[in-house]
Each structure stands twice: as C-alpha cells, then as structure tokens.
C-alpha cells in the first residue's frame, strides 16, 4: 500500500519561501509511469493543481506558478519536495502531495494527508 506523508513549517512569513516535502512509502517514485504533484486547497476554494515530477525525474508547473516554483527529489529517501518563493497570504491554503498515473491530469489514486500551511506575518 503507497502512503504518502507532508511535512512542512506550519506558518511562514510574507515574502518567504515555503519548503514543503512528502515521503513515500510502499512504492518508489521512480517507478516508471507514475506522476508525483503538489496540489493546494485554499479555504473555500477548489483544488489547485501546482506541479509535479514524474518517475524518471522532468517536471512540469502550472503556468501560474511557473516561476515561482520548484520540485525535485532525492531518491535515496523517496521524497520529492516543492519550494513557493515569495509567498503571500493567499498561499494560505492545506498542501498535498498525491500520485497519479498516466499524467499529471490522471486520476490520483494516493493522496497523503494535507499540511496546513499559514502565510501570516
């Protein structure tokens, strides 16, 4: 059974830049056909996709964060990570970590809990 876990600060400051990582269990992230994203929830917002890395390790971005954002990996631990530069209080939102198969607009079968991320001076 894949279970995937967010770890991250909790609350950051205005202009900071948020780390977030998920560690995988069950399964590896480079195993071929599989796509690992970041998606947010805001409060009373839907889903947003943000990004993603896929098994053998290119990534792609929403076109809205594109130059903002960062994922990469360290396989030797089975996490991927995501850095939000410049964040603002809209960026106050739950951070998920999720796995999908066949692309990044497929359906995510594993999703890990959600961080709860405060951007707040």
């Known amino acids: 059974q894949v279970q995937l876990q967010e770890s991250g600060p909790g609350l950051v400051k205005p202009s900071q830049t948020l780390s977030l990582t998920c560690t995988v269990s069950?399964?590896?992230?480079?195993?071929?056909?599989?796509?690992w994203s970041w998606i947010r929830q805001s409060p009373g917002k839907g889903l947003e996709w943000m990004g993603g890395?896929?098994?053998?390790?290119?990534?792609d971005y929403s076109p809205s964060l594109k130059n903002r954002t960062s994922i990469s990996r360290y396989t030797s631990k089975n996490q991927f990570t995501l850095l939000l530069r410049s964040v603002t209080p809209e960026a106050t939102a739950v951070y998920y970590c999720?796995?999908?198969?066949?692309?990044?607009?497929?359906?995510?079968?594993?999703w890990g809990q959600g961080t709860h991320i405060t951007v707040s001076s």
């Open positions: 999720a796995r999908a198969r066949s692309g990044f607009d497929g359906e995510y079968t594993y």
């Open positions: 069950g399964g590896s992230i480079t195993t071929s056909s599989y796509y």
């Open positions: 890395i896929v098994h053998e390790g290119s990534t």
